[in-house]
Protein backbone atom coordinates (compact mmCIF):
# COMPACT_ATOMS: atom_id res chain seq x y z
CA UNK A 1 0.00 0.00 0.00
CA UNK A 2 1.68 3.21 -1.38
CA UNK A 3 1.02 6.37 1.39
CA UNK A 4 2.29 9.63 0.11
CA UNK A 5 1.69 12.11 3.21
CA UNK A 6 1.36 14.27 4.47
CA UNK A 7 -0.59 15.10 1.52
CA UNK A 8 -2.07 11.65 1.17
CA UNK A 9 -1.81 12.44 -3.28
CA UNK A 10 -2.75 9.49 -5.55
CA UNK A 11 0.47 8.03 -7.56
CA UNK A 12 -0.16 10.28 -10.11
CA UNK A 13 -0.93 13.60 -9.16
CA UNK A 14 1.97 16.33 -8.13
CA UNK A 15 2.44 18.16 -5.55
CA UNK A 16 0.65 21.47 -4.96
CA UNK A 17 2.52 24.16 -7.07
CA UNK A 18 2.30 27.38 -7.47
CA UNK A 19 4.25 30.57 -9.40
CA UNK A 20 4.76 33.77 -7.79
CA UNK A 21 5.60 35.81 -10.39
CA UNK A 22 7.85 39.49 -9.85
CA UNK A 23 9.19 37.93 -6.13
CA UNK A 24 12.23 39.94 -6.70
CA UNK A 25 12.48 43.95 -7.81
CA UNK A 26 15.26 44.06 -10.14
CA UNK A 27 15.58 40.88 -12.58
CA UNK A 28 14.01 40.97 -15.85
CA UNK A 29 12.03 38.30 -14.90
CA UNK A 30 11.37 36.86 -11.23
CA UNK A 31 9.32 33.71 -10.10
CA UNK A 32 9.17 32.12 -6.73
CA UNK A 33 8.34 27.98 -7.54
CA UNK A 34 6.93 26.05 -5.05
CA UNK A 35 6.17 22.23 -5.51
CA UNK A 36 5.25 20.56 -2.11
CA UNK A 37 8.07 21.93 0.16
CA UNK A 38 10.78 22.61 -2.42
CA UNK A 39 10.95 26.15 -3.41
CA UNK A 40 13.09 27.47 -5.66
CA UNK A 41 13.66 31.40 -6.80
CA UNK A 42 14.29 31.51 -10.53
CA UNK A 43 15.58 35.11 -11.72
CA UNK A 44 16.11 35.96 -15.22
CA UNK A 45 19.05 38.49 -16.49
CA UNK A 46 19.08 40.17 -20.10
CA UNK A 47 22.48 41.16 -20.54
CA UNK A 48 23.69 42.99 -24.16
CA UNK A 49 26.30 40.68 -24.84
CA UNK A 50 27.07 36.92 -25.57
CA UNK A 51 30.28 34.95 -25.20
CA UNK A 52 32.81 35.04 -27.30
CA UNK A 53 32.38 31.98 -29.78
CA UNK A 54 28.90 33.82 -30.68
CA UNK A 55 30.08 37.25 -31.72
CA UNK A 56 29.30 38.34 -34.86
CA UNK A 57 26.65 35.52 -35.74
CA UNK A 58 23.93 37.00 -35.01
CA UNK A 59 22.62 34.87 -31.87
CA UNK A 60 21.98 34.68 -28.62
CA UNK A 61 22.30 32.43 -25.96
CA UNK A 62 20.52 30.99 -22.62
CA UNK A 63 22.63 30.04 -20.06
CA UNK A 64 21.65 28.52 -16.41
CA UNK A 65 23.65 28.41 -12.80
CA UNK A 66 21.94 26.44 -9.74
CA UNK A 67 22.60 26.46 -6.55
CA UNK A 68 21.55 25.00 -3.36
CA UNK A 69 21.75 27.41 -0.38
CA UNK A 70 22.70 26.90 3.12
CA UNK A 71 20.29 25.18 5.24
CA UNK A 72 17.84 24.43 2.06
CA UNK A 73 17.98 20.86 3.91
CA UNK A 74 18.42 19.45 6.87
CA UNK A 75 21.91 19.99 7.49
CA UNK A 76 24.17 22.88 6.30
CA UNK A 77 25.77 22.91 3.02
CA UNK A 78 28.62 24.88 2.27
CA UNK A 79 28.32 27.34 -0.82
CA UNK A 80 30.07 26.34 -3.97
CA UNK A 81 32.54 30.00 -3.92
CA UNK A 82 36.00 28.50 -5.17
CA UNK A 83 34.80 24.90 -7.10
CA UNK A 84 31.51 23.87 -8.73
CA UNK A 85 30.24 20.51 -8.08
CA UNK A 86 29.95 18.04 -10.38
CA UNK A 87 26.23 17.66 -9.69
CA UNK A 88 25.76 21.25 -9.76
CA UNK A 89 27.39 21.29 -13.33
CA UNK A 90 24.96 18.87 -14.96
CA UNK A 91 21.94 19.99 -13.25
CA UNK A 92 22.94 23.25 -14.80
CA UNK A 93 23.68 21.97 -18.01
CA UNK A 94 20.27 20.00 -18.02
CA UNK A 95 18.37 23.69 -16.80
CA UNK A 96 20.07 25.21 -20.04
CA UNK A 97 19.31 22.78 -22.26
CA UNK A 98 15.82 22.46 -21.76
CA UNK A 99 15.55 26.67 -21.47
CA UNK A 100 16.87 26.67 -24.81
CA UNK A 101 14.56 24.50 -26.57
CA UNK A 102 12.16 27.36 -26.00
CA UNK A 103 13.76 30.60 -27.45
CA UNK A 104 14.59 31.23 -31.01
CA UNK A 105 18.51 32.24 -30.64
CA UNK A 106 18.24 34.18 -33.67
CA UNK A 107 15.27 36.29 -32.65
CA UNK A 108 17.18 37.11 -29.82
CA UNK A 109 19.93 39.08 -31.11
CA UNK A 110 23.51 39.09 -29.56
CA UNK A 111 21.96 38.77 -26.22
CA UNK A 112 22.49 36.69 -23.64
CA UNK A 113 19.92 35.51 -20.90
CA UNK A 114 20.94 33.78 -17.71
CA UNK A 115 18.86 32.34 -15.71
CA UNK A 116 20.09 31.58 -11.76
CA UNK A 117 18.37 29.15 -9.83
CA UNK A 118 18.89 29.16 -6.02
CA UNK A 119 17.27 26.38 -3.75
CA UNK A 120 15.99 27.76 -1.20
CA UNK A 121 13.73 24.73 0.33
CA UNK A 122 14.47 21.63 -0.82
CA UNK A 123 12.08 17.96 -0.86
CA UNK A 124 12.97 16.15 -3.53
CA UNK A 125 12.71 17.51 -7.58
CA UNK A 126 15.35 20.70 -7.26
CA UNK A 127 15.67 20.08 -10.73
CA UNK A 128 12.55 19.69 -11.98
CA UNK A 129 10.96 22.31 -9.91
CA UNK A 130 14.00 25.28 -11.51
CA UNK A 131 13.21 24.09 -15.19
CA UNK A 132 9.47 24.59 -14.43
CA UNK A 133 10.07 27.85 -12.57
CA UNK A 134 12.92 28.92 -15.16
CA UNK A 135 10.56 28.22 -17.89
CA UNK A 136 8.40 31.33 -16.30
CA UNK A 137 10.93 33.59 -15.29
CA UNK A 138 12.35 33.48 -18.83
CA UNK A 139 9.17 34.07 -20.44
CA UNK A 140 9.18 37.61 -18.67
CA UNK A 141 12.52 38.30 -19.48
CA UNK A 142 11.99 37.72 -23.21
CA UNK A 143 8.56 39.49 -23.28
CA UNK A 144 10.17 42.59 -22.23
CA UNK A 145 12.36 42.39 -25.97
CA UNK A 146 11.41 43.28 -29.15
CA UNK A 147 10.38 40.22 -31.53
CA UNK A 148 8.92 36.82 -31.02
CA UNK A 149 11.77 35.08 -29.10
CA UNK A 150 9.44 32.56 -26.90
CA UNK A 151 8.11 30.04 -29.29
CA UNK A 152 7.36 27.25 -26.99
CA UNK A 153 7.20 26.39 -22.97
CA UNK A 154 9.23 23.86 -20.88
CA UNK A 155 8.62 21.83 -18.32
CA UNK A 156 9.72 19.07 -16.08
CA UNK A 157 8.70 16.50 -13.54
CA UNK A 158 10.09 13.43 -11.67
CA UNK A 159 8.77 10.06 -11.80
CA UNK A 160 9.66 6.94 -10.01
CA UNK A 161 8.85 3.03 -9.23
CA UNK A 162 8.08 2.50 -5.78
CA UNK A 163 7.08 -1.20 -4.54
CA UNK A 164 6.03 -1.51 -8.00
CA UNK A 165 3.79 1.36 -8.29
CA UNK A 166 4.36 4.33 -10.94
CA UNK A 167 4.68 7.72 -8.58
CA UNK A 168 4.83 10.94 -9.96
CA UNK A 169 6.36 14.15 -8.86
CA UNK A 170 8.68 12.93 -5.72
CA UNK A 171 9.39 14.27 -2.75
CA UNK A 172 12.41 13.40 -1.06
CA UNK A 173 11.74 10.31 1.26
CA UNK A 174 10.03 8.80 -2.20
CA UNK A 175 13.03 9.50 -4.41
CA UNK A 176 15.44 8.11 -1.81
CA UNK A 177 13.31 4.90 -1.14
CA UNK A 178 12.56 4.53 -5.65
CA UNK A 179 13.54 0.97 -7.25
CA UNK A 180 13.58 3.38 -10.17
CA UNK A 181 13.89 7.04 -10.57
CA UNK A 182 13.14 9.23 -13.81
CA UNK A 183 13.71 12.86 -15.08
CA UNK A 184 11.28 14.08 -17.71
CA UNK A 185 11.59 17.43 -19.81
CA UNK A 186 8.92 18.33 -22.42
CA UNK A 187 8.32 21.22 -24.20
CA UNK A 188 4.59 22.94 -24.38
CA UNK A 189 3.83 21.07 -28.12
CA UNK A 190 5.03 17.49 -26.18
CA UNK A 191 8.24 17.29 -27.54
CA UNK A 192 10.96 15.61 -24.87
CA UNK A 193 13.89 17.56 -24.43
CA UNK A 194 15.69 15.03 -21.75
CA UNK A 195 14.49 11.70 -20.46
CA UNK A 196 16.97 10.70 -17.69
CA UNK A 197 16.53 7.21 -15.77
CA UNK A 198 18.51 5.35 -13.40
CA UNK A 199 17.24 1.82 -12.17
CA UNK A 200 18.54 2.29 -8.12
CA UNK A 201 17.73 -0.78 -7.20
CA UNK A 202 15.64 -2.97 -9.40
CA UNK A 203 16.33 -2.82 -13.76
CA UNK A 204 12.66 -2.11 -15.52
CA UNK A 205 11.14 -3.19 -18.63
CA UNK A 206 9.59 -1.07 -21.78
CA UNK A 207 5.84 -1.93 -20.33
CA UNK A 208 7.30 -0.05 -16.79
CA UNK A 209 8.87 2.62 -19.30
CA UNK A 210 5.52 3.32 -20.75
CA UNK A 211 3.60 3.48 -17.48
CA UNK A 212 6.35 5.83 -16.26
CA UNK A 213 6.14 8.13 -19.72
CA UNK A 214 2.67 8.22 -20.04
CA UNK A 215 2.49 9.40 -16.18
CA UNK A 216 4.84 12.29 -17.02
CA UNK A 217 2.60 13.44 -20.03
CA UNK A 218 -0.43 13.45 -17.69
CA UNK A 219 1.58 16.01 -14.98
CA UNK A 220 2.61 18.46 -17.77
CA UNK A 221 -0.59 19.32 -18.21
CA UNK A 222 -1.59 20.45 -15.26
CA UNK A 223 1.97 22.02 -14.85
CA UNK A 224 1.15 23.94 -18.16
CA UNK A 225 -1.95 25.33 -17.04
CA UNK A 226 -0.22 26.40 -14.03
CA UNK A 227 2.59 28.26 -15.83
CA UNK A 228 0.08 29.49 -18.32
CA UNK A 229 -2.51 30.68 -16.06
CA UNK A 230 0.48 32.69 -14.20
CA UNK A 231 1.87 34.15 -17.12
CA UNK A 232 -1.74 35.31 -18.56
CA UNK A 233 -2.27 36.79 -15.05
CA UNK A 234 0.74 39.00 -15.68
CA UNK A 235 -0.10 39.47 -19.51
CA UNK A 236 3.07 37.84 -20.71
CA UNK A 237 1.37 36.46 -23.99
CA UNK A 238 3.08 33.00 -25.45
Sequence with gaps: MISREPLNRKTHEIRPLSLELGYTRYAE????????????????????????????????????????????????????????????QEIQRLIGRALRSMVDLKALGERSVIVDCD?????????????????????????????????????AISVG???????????????????????????????????????EREAFDKKQLDEMTSAASEAFKKIREVQFSALNKAGVEI
Design 29 to 88: GSVLVKAGNTHVLCNASVEESVPGWLKGTGKGWVTAEYSMLPRSTHTRSKRDREKVSGRT
Design 161 to 199: IKDGKVLVDLDYNEDSACEVDMNFVMTGTDKFVEVQGTA
Design 119 to 155: VLQADGGTRTASITGACVALAMALSKLPGKIMVDTVA
